[in-house]
């Protein structure tokens, strides 16, 4: 250890010794009194305690009482009208839950089954080759391609008014998965637009009205609606905005579909729903568990995906927890059941993250562990100025890393990574500005620095190919090939031009070379140009495109990736 190390250690110790010393302060006032609890939470959320920001609604629900809610900001900009309790907000994916919970009323009175197939119900979804049971859709595991990607790829605006019939349309021309239903885990809203029109359809009432009257009303939630039609009139809802340079703009949400989404409700109300999963008025016990429960794929593991929920744990606590986003929205809805704490946040500006501001909430809440004795803050304050910390990275010249340098390519999800060199350091880049150091702790070994969890990078050859091996936690493992990127020229280009049309979107995508460059055109969407990546493989604004040839050679199609859709297919015309 260096002498400067060794005094800093010195100093550090004595400081401890003098605070151990010191007469302990006055007792702070209990974490359960109200006013400290005001006082807490007045602190978490003075980001939003501005009548000329977008606002917030939280709501704490402890044994069974709402024992904090209150309103900051403005719930709209136009008119300083201020965030209340009584506020509406639209809560996006929250909505989730309650859709599976009115499938699941159903099932009980057996006017279905959770295992039923789709079909069944709504015959106009295609038949893929496969069964998908309503179970499927409620848990992500459908492989049905996302509601939301498919319209955006077709041109569509997503403030634009859709409505549910959009949606059926868009499913009904449908001709593939994403993957066999059961075998993955995979987003997907449209499962849950599906889910709500079968409810509407086997119950003979609108989703609206079946839910007002068999959740709403039975558990006093008087502050909520399921919105199906973008022309309602609301009192006393909030109205979404995002950020505009120093200010503000709206970001405006038109939907008329539910089920997926649409549920404005309040967060005191979010919490009488969350005190029905501790004791059920409405639904039984069964319904609870079953909602609470953990599906599984096809092969039996868990991907901590329940239905309408998910199952998550923070600090060695299991929690079950919901977000949503949509337009300017962001909410969020956790419950803790074994602490019996339920916690519901709503924001109507798009950079809030209430996520984050929950945990907090919950940090004041839950049992913590004891404060370790000095002792033990003193062995870890010498441990993290070890040799061996300090030593774990080596420096390599830079004709060493520039043997690393290049394009790597992950075939199982079709992405590449670049190597390059920057003022003597090795950087590891996922495109655009999104870099991260390589640290070198070996000849051929690196450690990402600025990343969350442990990820190392190490560099190989196998049968005269570079290779790139990045774990991730010692877990994951990620194989890439180096490979060298096309040289672009306008006649290498020009192989690609003409236009593209996908049946199961209605739409036609047109290309054309111009300036080295592959420029995209749609009737609706922005022009833009997509950069090659690795022979026929493209990244663009819509997703990623892999170009099909004939047994000739010639470009006859491509298909578009872009997240919860794999692999739509366009053919040239």
Not at 167 to 186: D, T
Not at 446 to 467: A, C, H, P, R, W
Not at 528 to 556: C, M
Request: aromatic fraction near 12%; charged fraction near 20%; charge should be negative.
């Amino acid at each position: 250890m260096s002498n400067f190390a060794a005094r800093l250690v010195i100093s550090f110790l004595l400081l401890i010794g003098l605070f151990a010393c010191q007469p302990s302060s006055k007792p702070e006032q209990p974490l359960n009194s109200p006013s400290q609890q005001t006082i807490e939470f007045d602190r978490l959320f003075t980001q939003f305690d501005d009548i000329n920001k977008p606002g917030a609604s939280v709501a704490v629900l402890q044994d069974g009482e709402i024992i904090f809610s209150k309103g900051y900001g403005s719930a709209n900009l136009e008119y300083d009208i201020p965030v209340t309790p009584e506020t509406m907000f639209h809560v996006a994916s929250v909505s989730k839950q309650f859709t599976v919970f009115a499938i699941l009323l159903l099932a009980e009175e057996g006017k279905l089954n959770f295992d039923d197939d789709i079909r069944q119900y709504i015959p106009e979804v295609p038949d893929f080759g496969h069964t998908i049971t309503l179970r499927h859709l409620a848990s992500h595991t459908s492989g049905m391609r996302d509601q939301w990607n498919l319209l955006r790829m077709a041109g569509w605006r997503l403030d634009d008014v859709i409505t549910t019939e959009h949606v059926l349309k868009m499913v009904a021309k449908q001709k593939e998965l994403n993957f066999k239903p059961g075998e993955e885990y995979l987003y997907s809203n449209t499962g849950f637009t599906l889910l709500a029109e079968v409810v509407a359809r086997v119950s003979g009432k609108s989703f609206a009205q079946f839910t007002q009257e068999r959740l709403f009303t039975p558990l006093s939630m008087s502050n909520s609606l399921f919105y199906d039609d973008h022309q309602k009139i609301v009192s006393n809802r909030a109205y979404s905005y995002e950020r505009n340079g120093n200010g503000y703009k709206k970001s405006v949400l038109n939907f008329s579909n539910v089920g997926a989404t649409s549920l404005f409700t309040t967060a005191e109300d979010l919490l009488k729903w969350s005190a029905n999963f501790t004791e059920p008025t409405v639904g039984s016990p069964t319904i609870i568990e079953q909602m609470n429960t953990l599906a599984s794929l096809n092969n039996g593991e868990t991907f901590g995906g329940a239905y309408g929920q998910f199952i998550s744990h923070y600090k060695g606590t299991e929690y079950i927890q919901h977000s949503g986003g949509d337009a300017g929205f962001r909410s969020y809805l956790a419950r803790f059941p074994k602490q019996n704490l339920a916690i519901a946040i709503l924001n109507n500006g798009a950079d809030a993250r209430p996520w984050e501001l929950a945990l907090q909430i919950a940090d004041r809440f839950l049992k913590k562990d004891p404060p370790p004795p000095q002792n033990a803050i003193a062995n870890a304050f010498l441990e993290s100025i070890s040799p061996k910390q300090i030593s774990d990275s080596i420096e390599l010249d830079e004709e060493t890393l520039n043997a690393y340098v290049g394009h790597y390519w992950y075939e199982p999800e079709a992405y590449s990574r670049e190597i390059y060199l920057e003022n003597g350091k090795l950087m590891y880049s996922r495109g655009q500005d999104d870099v991260s150091v390589l640290a070198p702790i070996s000849e051929n070994t690196f450690k990402m620095l600025n990343v969350e969890g442990e990820i190392y990078v190490k560099f190989t050859e196998s049968d005269e190919k570079q290779l790139m091996t990045v774990q991730v936690d010692n877990v994951d493992t990620y194989v890439s090939v180096g490979y060298t990127p096309v040289k672009i020229t306008k006649t290498w280009l020009s192989q690609y031009a003409g236009s593209y049309f996908s049946p199961e979107l209605s739409s036609t995508y047109h290309f054309s070379p111009e300036n080295k460059q592959l420029k995209i055109s749609h009737h609706r969407l922005s022009d833009h140009y997509i950069a090659p990546v690795k022979g026929d493989f493209f990244s663009s604004q819509v997703g990623d495109i892999l170009f099909e040839r004939d047994v000739n050679g010639e470009i006859n199609g491509f298909r578009i990736s872009n997240g919860r859709v794999r692999n739509l297919y366009f053919r040239k015309l």
